[in-house]
């Protein structure tokens, strides 16, 4: 899949990604990056908004799994369970979301075991990034449903 791809699925499928102004930046095997601008983000303080910062992360990690389900003919469907965000400084500007597995074999266990008993659950991180610094950290739980990528 293409960053273009994935940007028009996201803006198509998740409209909140659109209303952020969401772009995807790469894409590869190992991670995801999207990034968004401040403007529509912003809070009463004009910096990020808690609950964009947070979007944008969770948007990365499910597109990581998403792609990698899609690269390896999977159809899914694809749920966060459970998360915790921190926030380390005010996000001042143009931001980005990197995500990737919490584990590098932990990917042959969830697709495994998604075949075996068509449910699985992955763990997936991201980091917040502005001006070169990281302001936030991610960590996700997703379950996968065999089936339905709908």
Known sequence: MLPLELEQYL????????????????ISESAVVLQAPLAPNTNHRETVFGGSAGALAILAAWSLVHVRLQAAGTAARLVLQRNTMEYQRPILGEFTARAALASAPQWLRFSTTLARRRKARIIVAALLEHGGQVVGSFRGEFVALAGSDA
């Open 11 to 26: 803006h198509a499928h998740i409209p909140l990604s659109r209303a952020m102004a969401v772009r995807v930046l790469s």
